[in-house]
Each structure stands twice: as C-alpha cells, then as structure tokens.
C-alpha cells in the first residue's frame, strides 16, 4: 500500500512528536514516565506491525484485521497486560475494567442492562442540567481566558457523580475527585520493573506508599452502598440501585458490596475522565477551526433556540456528532492499550509467542498515513457517513466483547454539553498557551485548554 494523500501543508493541531530513533530499556522508561505516547516510533503510523524487545519481546499492531483478530476473534487469547492491571487493580480491584474470563463475562452479563438505550436516555437530564451549570460558570469567564479542561473535568464529574450515587448521601464527592486525581498523578505511571517484565509479585517501588486515599474512599462508598441497600432504591433509580438490583441473567449472582463498589468505581473514573478529556480537546478543535466551529453553532442554535440540549436532540446534532467522533480519531482518551499473549499466534505474517507483549496504540492507528487521508488534520467530514469507516480502523471504546459499555453514555453527554456551549458562546485561542498532548493513563491536554470566552 502506499499513502493515501501527501502531508497537508496547512496548519495541523497539536499532536506528539513521535520519536524516530530506537530507544533502549532506559530511554524507554524515561518516555513513559513523561509521555506513553512517545514510546511509539513515528514508522508505526506507516506500516501494519512493529515487533522489538525491550526487556520482553513486543509487537506493535497497527492492522485492522490484526485487530479484530486480538480484539474480538481470539479475545481470549489476549487479555490486558500485567502492566494495565497492576496499574488499576489497586484503585478498581477485579471490576468488570479489569477481570477476565468468567469472572469478567458475568459482570458483563449483569451490568449490561444498566447502560441500556432506555436508561442512558433516562439519565439524559441530568446531562443537560450539568451544560445549564457549566454555561452559568462560564458566563462569569466571558471576555477573559478560561481554562476549559478545568470547567469539563467539573462538569462531567458533577454528572457521574448525579447518576451514581444521585442523593450524594455518605459520599464527600470533593474527597472521591481529588483522590482519584492523586492515585493518577502518584500511582499510574509506568515502572522501570514494567519495562524489564518483572513478574506481577515483585513491588513496584512507585505504588508501594501510594494510594491512601484511594483506599479511604473505598471505604466511603463501602458505607454509602450499605446505606442504600437499607434505605431501599431511588426514584428515578442511579447506576448503584440499578446495579444492585442487577443479576446475571445465567446464574442468577448478584453484586457484593465489594463489587458493586469496584465496578461504580471504574464508573466514575472512567465516566467523568474520558469525556471531560473528549470535550477539551473538541473545544480546542473548534477554537482552532473558527469555520467548523461556526457552522456547528448554527446548527446548535437553529435546534435549541436558546436552551440547553437534550437526549431528544441528538439526532438533529449531526455535526455537533461528527465533531465529538474527530475528537475522538485525534486524540482517543484511551490512546494506548497493551495486552498478553496467552497461546501461540500469527499477525500480519509475525510469530506471536505466549508471553509475548502486544501493543495496540491507538493513537498511532488513528493518524495512519495507509487508512486515513490528511491523517494529522481536523476533518469532521470524515464522520458524515460513519459506516464508511471501517469498524477495526477506528477504536475509542476498544471493540469486541469488551468494548466501553459506557461508549453511548460518553457520546451522549458530550454531544449535550457540547452543543450547549457552542450555542452560547464563542472560543478562540490564546496564543502560547496551546494545550501538549500528554498520556500517563488517559491522553490529556498538558496545561490545561486555555480558550477566550466569547457570549454569541
């Protein structure tokens, strides 16, 4: 194959500077404590598989047929990596994030129904009454420099917070955010004995004094979801009545408090963090391309007239839509992903050894110079027709058997905030102050979104 289209010569918003020299253990370590993404070679954006050994023998794929077969074909065969789960079992234990196997399919089985069509559409009010918020905050911001990141980070925190624990009883949401914010900063980064494949049971010297108040707030909502079980479910019911009044539709198992407390955990790690992530970066698109960004206004203001949105107007948001799906192509929360070879196996014509490391870097799948044209620019268009895109060639939420459960919750709530700030205001750049991609477990704007606030 050869490329679809040569480098555009316009300008291209802020992406990672990919490195072009072999990097040894040391150099490999020292990137992935900066940046994950600079553990990728800027060739991988260029060809279908990369293999090395860096410590252990690895494989980078960057193939959509490789993918489906890792992702959904022989999903067993691959499961997270050890690095992922000693990075997140202390914070989310074996939640349906994690697990495997059993364990993970009947999680699966029982959580399912909670992020039903119905019910994310249910939980659309609450969506809309964080935009309302947001806007409020936001009016107090007009004619000066705001940092956007801060503001979604605050807005999509409020609504899983709203549609996890909706009373808040027992449950300091302040003490839940800073110690999720502290466990990522602390605990999240990759470790030297990571890179060397040391086993699981050796202590990792960064994660051995970290993570009090991860620990705190486990036993916070251990409490909160004790209160509720006596207490008896809300009207309308959140994500914890929904989910203890779950069961797996085989055996009939319901959720332990323990379980139910990881499970909401990852909720609400996961629930706030990436779609805070998808709206900053989608704002700072739109203040980068003042064209797309006023077409999309008019779209939203010619729906809302004024109001905020809500679950019902999604299908008259189109391009509000196609904006959030670009976001997600250029700067995926979940940019790097890694899993462990469990059998014997072929990728693109390589040898796969049990053991052996494959790397699937989203990031480098979603700006491949083969797949898509204008790889590094910003073109909504792209997303007009969504079938046209072929499935394994475009991965936000993973795909298979474990992709996001939450993925039509996250699109949801964005496309609603999303809509209802270009509706209200007008965001331009602040020169010097453009936001550095950097990823340590979710691909965030180093520096925060800096953005001047406009009233339209």
Sequence with gaps: MTELHPPPSHPLPVRVALHTEPMGIWQSFRAAQRNVLELIPEVATRVPILSGRTGKRWH?????????????????DYPKSVVTKLILEPAIGDSLFVAEGAEWMWQRRTAAPVFSHRNVSALGPVMTAAAERSVARL????GRAADLFEEMVTATFEVIADVTFSDGSGFDRGAVH???????????????????????????????FTGSAMRDTKRL????????????????PDLLDLLMAGSDPETGRKMTTAE?????????????ETTALTLSWALYLCAFDPAVQEAARSEAQGVLGGRMATAADLPG???????????????????????????????????????DTVILPIYALHRHRLLWEDADAFRPERFADPK???????LPFGDGPRVCIGASFALQEAVIVLASLLGRFRFS????????????LTLRPEGGVWLKVERV
């Design 388 to 394: 046209a895109v072929p499935r394994f060639q475009y």
């Design 221 to 236: 909502a251990d409490r909160a979801i004790e209160a509720r079980k006596a207490e008896g479910a809300k009207l309308p």
């Design 317 to 355: 948001l189109p391009l509000v839509r196609r904006i959030v799906d670009e976001t997600l192509r250029l700067y995926p929360p979940a940019a790097f992903l890694s899993r462990t070879a469990m059998a014997e196996d072929r990728l693109c014509g390589r040898d796969i050894r049990k053991g």
């Design 429 to 440: 750049p602040v020169p010097g102050k453009n936001p550095k991609p950097v990823m340590i």
């Design 260 to 272: 139910l407390r990881d499970n909401l955990l990852t909720f609400i790690v996961a629930g706030h």
């Design 139 to 142: 009016e107090g911001s007009v």
């Design 178 to 208: 800073k110690a999720i914010e502290q466990y990522i900063g602390e605990t999240a980064k990759v470790s030297l004995l990571d890179i060397l494949g040391v086993p699981p049971w050796v202590p990792r010297p960064n994660r051995l």
């Design 60 to 76: 980078m794929l960057m193939d959509p047929e490789g993918l489906r077969q890792v992702l959904r074909d022989k999903v067993a």
